[in-house]
């Protein structure tokens, strides 16, 4: 007997790593049907971010909302897939594209098989700060998101306001906001103060400051830098001058200064 044990050890470690890469490479492919033929009937889904389990007839619906909707999604992986036994050990980063940065997840999955089929699934996420000056927040999703759907909602909000613009307007608000990116007020507001660590109004003005500089560097002389501030949605030069200071460490004037010295330098012959 203990001749054997060893073999049969080696073969059950193989046989579950080679499972789990098949049905790694099926979700890798957005292949829902594929996905979903590896789990067990039985099979309870740990998501301990969101402080729930998922059961079989509930996990297709969980699963479409977190799958990657591209190949080239933001998803790194952090080591290979590593089996022992009848478990496997999945480690992955997801970096949120509209956080600029500014935060990720470190997800870990922990896949238990039995009988050929996946029976459980323990995944473990975690917030990661890319900025040490940042206060920690909570890291249970109490609205129902996996750090994946928040890697998602995060994409389809910057990329509303990198297309739509809707910050020029100065009367914007995040109910709007939340509509027009299929989402609800609550969830947005979660992203944006316990992910993203920014209000609505920040994260507002920093897209329009960003706005405002492109003008900036284009503008003829002179430039008339609150008529500037206006039209890129500011609606309080208080606020304006605020988040300019902050964000340029200068004085709007400052800056202007320095584009014209800029570009006289290179008229010059």
């Known amino acids: 007997m203990p001749d054997i044990a060893p073999d049969a050890d080696s073969q059950l470690t193989h046989a579950t790593g080679e499972l789990v890469l098949r049905h790694h490479l099926c979700w890798r492919h957005r292949d829902l049907d594929g996905v979903m033929a590896y789990y067990h009937p039985d099979i309870q889904y740990h998501d301990f971010f969101q402080n729930r389990v998922i059961g079989y007839p509930e996990l297709r619906e969980y699963l479409q909302a977190s799958m990657p909707r591209a190949a080239d999604e933001a998803i790194e992986h952090t080591d290979r897939i590593r089996a022992d036994g009848d478990t496997a050990f999945i480690q992955y980063r997801i970096t949120l594209r509209g956080g600029q940065g500014l935060v990720s997840f470190r997800t870990s999955e922990a896949i238990t098989v039995r009988?050929?089929?996946?029976?459980?699934?323990?995944?473990?996420a975690s917030l990661v700060h890319e900025q040490p000056a940042q206060a920690l927040r909570p890291t249970v999703s109490r609205l129902g998101l996996s750090p994946q759907q928040l890697g998602h909602m995060a994409n389809d909000l910057q990329q509303y306001f990198d297309s739509k613009q809707p910050y020029l307007d100065p009367e914007l608000d995040l109910q709007r906001v939340a509509k027009e990116c299929g989402y609800s007020r609550n969830q947005i507001s979660y992203l944006l103060n316990q992910v993203l660590g920014q209000s609505f109004y920040r994260y507002v003005?920093?897209?329009r400051l960003q706005h405002l500089l492109a003008a900036l560097n284009t503008a003829q002389a002179p430039i008339k830098v609150d008529e500037l501030a206006f039209a890129a949605g500011f609606n309080s030069l208080s606020a304006f001058y605020s988040a300019f200071r902050q964000h340029t460490g200068q004085s709007p004037k400052a800056y202007v200064k320095q584009i014209s010295l800029r570009a006289r330098a290179q008229d010059s012959p």
Do not use: H, S
């Open 115 to 124: 009988d050929g089929l996946i029976w459980r699934v323990n995944e473990y």
């Open 205 to 207: 003005n920093q897209a």
